[in-house]
């Protein structure tokens, strides 16, 4: 299938519906081209997947969880400075 304007349409207002008014409670970096953000959002736990990858980039809610780095890369410390805290 491919990603077109309809698809992206519907994949943020789905993820509005499910993230809207949450509050950022972890960001880690498992893999050097993907973001784990851990929402709060509706009394539910959500983890939502950012994936920059050349080959399968791709934006969406999962239920993986990968294992860290022992040391976390710059951008994810930047990333947990800027976000963690904040709302949707």
């Known amino acids: ?29 498992p893999e050097r081209d993907e973001i784990h953000i851990e929402i709060r959002s509706g009394g539910q736990n959500h983890r939502l997947l ?13 239920r993986e969880v990968k294992p860290n780095p022992l040391k976390a890369p710059a951008f994810c410390m930047a990333l947990r400075k800027r976000l963690t805290g904040g709302r949707v």
């Open 1 to 29: 299938m491919p990603y077109d304007g309809l698809t992206l349409g519907a994949a943020a207002r789905e993820l509005d519906r499910i993230l809207s008014g949450g509050r950022v409670d972890r960001v880690s970096q």
């Open 50 to 62: 950012l994936s920059a990858s050349a080959r399968y980039p791709r934006a969406h809610l999962t």
